[in-house]
């Protein structure tokens, strides 16, 4: 009985193939800000997943053109789950886009997905704002421990655990 279940699936997923965007080349373990897909129409930081009941630090690379390099980067006051905590100094890319690392405080208050905002503005022309939206699943404690991608860092939990899973041991 299961080999014609096989059977049947070979037949089926025969003339099925896979195609892949460009943007391929995004290593999934690593934080990065996709500019375009995000259904909210902004560039997205996905964090990854997170256990609820802990703290994180997130550093996201986030390029911009403003209309020039000195940009101030805040969270909106209705944030709960995220804040900003550092930038670094802008880099000038290639393609006359900065680069900042804006690194972030996640709280994780509740399970479900975290869709939060951070925003920058160009300090000598403020009408000039790029929204970054932040998101995240966070998992229920119960759920195992989920592996963190790079740039995303463990800070402090609620719950006493005892981990061996990277990035989740102190």
Do not use: C
């Amino acid at each position: 009985f299961p080999i014609i279940i096989i059977i049947v699936l070979q037949e089926i997923m025969e003339g099925v193939s896979v195609h892949f965007s460009e943007d391929t080349h995004l290593d999934p373990d690593v934080v990065h800000v996709e500019n375009q897909g995000s259904k909210y129409h902004l560039p997205e930081a996905h964090i990854g997943m997170l256990r609820n009941h802990h703290t994180y630090h997130a550093d996201i690379p986030v390029r911009y053109n403003l209309g020039g390099e000195h940009v101030t980067v805040d969270q909106p006051n209705y944030n709960l789950y995220v804040r900003v905590i550092d930038t670094q100094a802008p880099e000038k890319m290639e393609d006359g886009w900065y680069k900042i690392m804006v690194k972030i405080e996640i709280k994780t208050l509740k399970d479900g997905r975290i869709r939060e905002k951070i925003l920058l503005t160009n300090t000598e022309d403020t009408q000039k704002q790029m929204e970054v939206l932040v998101t995240a699943q966070v998992m229920d404690t119960n759920r195992g421990n989920p592996i963190l991608k790079d740039g995303v860092h463990l800070v402090s939990h609620e719950i006493e655990d005892e981990s061996d899973w990277p990035g989740h041991s102190h």
